[in-house]
């Protein structure tokens, strides 16, 4: 994958965040741990992905960036995006290819 930055400091800010990570990167096991079914997080970053997959062992948990994921057209119910739309470079791109997973009437959202 092209290094977005994330690489380099991935494991300072997983330090920072401490034992269970930072809000937004605990989506997938709030998710899970309330019976949501089917969930798939997604980060080019592979020191976030590993540290997700320590703490969530059966999580799904996939290296990608927005703006090529790597799944079927519409694959998914819901897309949700939490402080990651200023880490992505091309946002054009991205947001039509997280539409573009979804299934006719799901629901995109991004919170902040």
Do not use: H
């Not at 992905?49 to 057209?73: H, I, Q």
């Amino acid at each position: 994958m092209t290094n977005n930055g994330w690489q380099a400091s991935a494991n300072a800010w997983i330090a920072d965040m401490g034992e269970y990570g930072d809000f937004g990167r605990r989506f997938c096991r709030m998710l899970r741990n309330n019976g949501v079914a089917g969930v798939t997080g997604v980060d080019p970053t592979l020191g976030l992905l590993d540290s997700a997959r320590r703490r969530d062992p059966l999580g799904t948990y996939v290296e990608a960036f927005a703006e090529k994921l790597p799944f079927k057209s519409e694959s998914f119910d819901l897309a949700i995006s939490y402080l990651s739309m200023i880490d992505i470079p091309d946002v054009e791109t991205a947001i039509p290819e997280m539409a573009r997973v979804l299934k006719p009437g799901a629901d995109c959202r991004s919170p902040i």
